[in-house]
């Protein structure tokens, strides 16, 4: 499975017991040429450069609360085009310590249902996304052959569903779901869940109780040896990532997709292009100007932040305990702003704007991906009937 490290404060994604332990042993950095250091992350290397870490490969799908990405709307001397120089985005640690389903989650689909990879369009000419249901259905299809796959090594590995928590969403830009709002606040509920479903994980339970050995055995089986080949890929903001051509993972993919470097390269490219989407919505000037008629509803509501950020980041220090109360009705006071100004519509028009640009852009990484995804729907309809 990939990993995926950045600097931050907290972890949030759900992933399997070995990555947890490969973060801490494999995290030794090196300095390298120009000024470079390298890091390996769980059988996969990580490029850190300017105190920038890179993903190695796809980022999980696993979604976290609204916190993530936390963007600060610093904008001074931010370019039109989404380039940084001056606007920070603050995002949380994703693979280290993170949460897993403590029971076994798999999504079964009835036979009597058309397989979803019995698609008409299952060329390079489709022009489509895949459903929440197809995605489901490709992440436990990859979760159930790794399983497989290291049951023939001698472990167990307990399958992690793809959203482990419904309520779990992603708010990029601004919270613009009053109903949400009122219940979950800026999250903080969830945060919690995450760590109840982190503290009773089967997986990290079961790889703690391994000898330091045997942990190491699971490691090289899960995300290959270190004397394996290695695939590199060149990102869209021109950073060098790898991982490793070997282990359960990369065998799993590679029965799933087909070819391993192929995938490897599409998901790695694409799954880059939504950082840098997000960067150019905010370095927007029509952006700019929303978070301007935003901060003045919400100034008029009695809550003084210049923008979304800052709001939310008033409730995300744990020494610093806010009445609940209170976040839930500043997280609402922000979502009502946020339709009243304009700013949900701005930044949703604004990042459609941007997508369809970069996916036009790497059209050839976006349509590989897809034409694999779509041909993998039937493989995957089988494992999962027959696992």
Not at 13 to 33: C, G, K, M, N, Y
Not at 112 to 137: C, I, M, Q, Y
Not at 225 to 236: G, I
């Amino acid at each position: 499975m990939s990993t995926h490290v950045v600097e931050g404060d907290q972890p949030c994604f759900h992933v399997r017991w070995p990555e947890i332990i490969a973060t801490v042993r494999w995290a030794d950095l090196s300095s390298s040429q120009d000024g470079k250091e390298s890091s390996h992350v769980g059988g996969e290397n990580i490029l850190r450069v300017d105190r920038s870490i890179i993903p190695v490969a796809k980022s999980l799908r696993n979604r976290p609360s609204i916190q993530k990405p936390e963007v600060r709307y610093d904008l001074k001397n931010v370019t039109p085009n989404g380039e940084e120089s001056g606007m920070r985005f603050h995002r949380r640690a994703v693979a280290v310590l993170a949460a897993v389903a403590a029971v076994l989650a798999v999504v079964f689909y009835p036979l009597d249902e058309p397989a979803p990879g019995r698609l008409e369009a299952a060329s390079a000419n489709t022009v489509r996304s895949l459903t929440e249901r197809e995605k489901d259905l490709l992440h436990d299809a990859e979760e159930l052959l790794t399983r497989s796959c290291m049951a023939a090594r001698g472990f167990k590995v307990w399958v992690v569903p793809r959203n482990p928590l419904a309520e779990d969403r992603d708010f990029p830009f601004v919270v613009d779901d009053v109903l949400w709002a009122s219940r979950h606040g800026y999250g903080r509920d969830i945060q919690a869940q995450r760590e109840r479903l982190r503290t009773s994980d089967p997986n990290r339970r079961y790889f703690a109780d391994l000898s330091p050995t045997e942990q190491r055995r699971a490691l090289d089986a899960l995300h290959g040896r270190q004397s394996a080949k290695r695939l590199q890929v060149s990102t869209p903001n021109g950073m060098t990532v790898g991982r490793i051509d070997d282990g359960c993972v990369a065998q799993a993919q590679e029965e799933l997709y087909g070819d391993l470097g192929v995938w490897f390269r599409v998901t790695t490219v694409t799954d880059a292009l939504v950082e840098i989407r997000q960067r150019q919505v905010v370095a927007d000037t029509e952006f700019t100007k929303s978070i301007k008629t935003w901060s003045t509803c919400m100034n008029a509501e009695g809550f003084h932040y210049a923008d979304p950020h800052e709001a939310r980041a008033s409730f995300a220090d744990p020494d610093n305990a806010v009445p609940w109360e209170r976040e839930v009705r500043t997280a609402v006071a922000e979502a009502r702003c946020a339709t009243s100004s304009g700013l949900s519509g701005t930044a949703r028009r604004l990042n459609q704007r941007y997508d369809d640009h970069l996916r036009r852009s790497y059209s050839d990484e976006v349509s590989t991906r897809l034409r694999l995804e779509i041909a993998a729907l039937e493989r995957a309809h089988s494992i999962v009937q027959t696992t």
